[in-house]
Every structure is written in structure tokens, then in C-alpha cells.
């Protein structure tokens, strides 16, 4: 089992940075592939990013590719989430999920633990 709490969310305006965090306690964070889901008012929880176990391999969805950069310190069992040139569209709670396996993975039904969300909102 792993625990995973976010943080680094806040109001920003358009065009600006927040980078989030994820810390992770538990089993071996190093063990799992992890991803970033965001859900907008109103809107269903969607993929953001994804990376696996080595940091070698990352996914993203096109709506963040070229803004938003994922990265991990497994020896400091934490996962972040780079913000770039943030539009108002970007506002959502975003999640931090962990799943065991090697590839980072686009689907949420093949995360297995989640953690409570951090509220970013983007002003116009």
C-alpha cells in the first residue's frame, strides 16, 4: 500500500507557473509508475501525465504537451507536475495515482492508489 498527498496547488494568473508536488509513503515508491489526472468542474477526470518507475519513459496528454513537464525523485519519494504558461482551462483539482507496473499508463482504472487532489485555479 502506498499513501500519496499532493501539494503546489494555488491561484494563479494566465500565462503563469505552479509546480506540484506528490509525496508518497508506503511501499517502495520507486516500485510504481505514476501519473497526474486532473477533474474540471463539471467535467469528468482526465489524463494529464504519466511517468514509470525510472523516469525514463513519459506520456502526456495533447491539451498540457509542451506546457506541463513530469518528473520524479524516488529518493525523495515525490512526484511533480511542472506548470507552464497555465490557461484558464487548466483549472481543475489534480491527483496524484500510483500503479504497479513498469509503462506509464493513460487509463485511471489501472491506478491503484489515488491521492485527495490540490485545487489549481487559473484567472483570465
Known amino acids: 500500500q502506498v499513501q500519496l498527498v499532493e501539494s503546489g496547488g494555488g491561484l494563479v494568473q494566465a500565462g503563469g507557473s505552479l509546480r506540484l508536488s506528490c509525496a508518497a509513503s508506503g511501499r517502495t515508491f520507486s516500485s510504481y509508475t505514476m501519473g497526474w489526472f486532473r477533474q474540471a468542474p463539471g467535467k469528468e477526470r482526465e489524463f494529464v501525465a504519466a511517468?514509470?518507475?525510472?523516469?525514463?519513459?513519459?506520456e502526456y496528454a495533447d491539451s498540457v504537451k509542451g506546457r506541463f513537464t513530469i518528473s520524479r525523485d524516488n529518493a525523495k519519494n515525490t512526484l511533480y507536475l511542472q506548470m507552464n504558461s497555465l490557461q484558464p482551462e487548466d483549472t481543475a483539482v489534480y491527483y496524484c495515482?500510483?500503479?504497479?507496473?513498469?509503462?506509464?499508463?493513460?487509463?485511471?482504472?489501472?491506478?491503484?492508489?489515488w491521492g485527495q487532489g490540490t485545487q489549481v485555479t487559473v484567472s483570465s
Open positions: 511517468i514509470s518507475w525510472s523516469g525514463g519513459r513519459t
Open positions: 495515482a500510483a500503479r504497479s507496473g513498469s509503462l506509464p499508463r493513460r487509463t485511471q482504472n489501472e491506478y491503484d492508489y
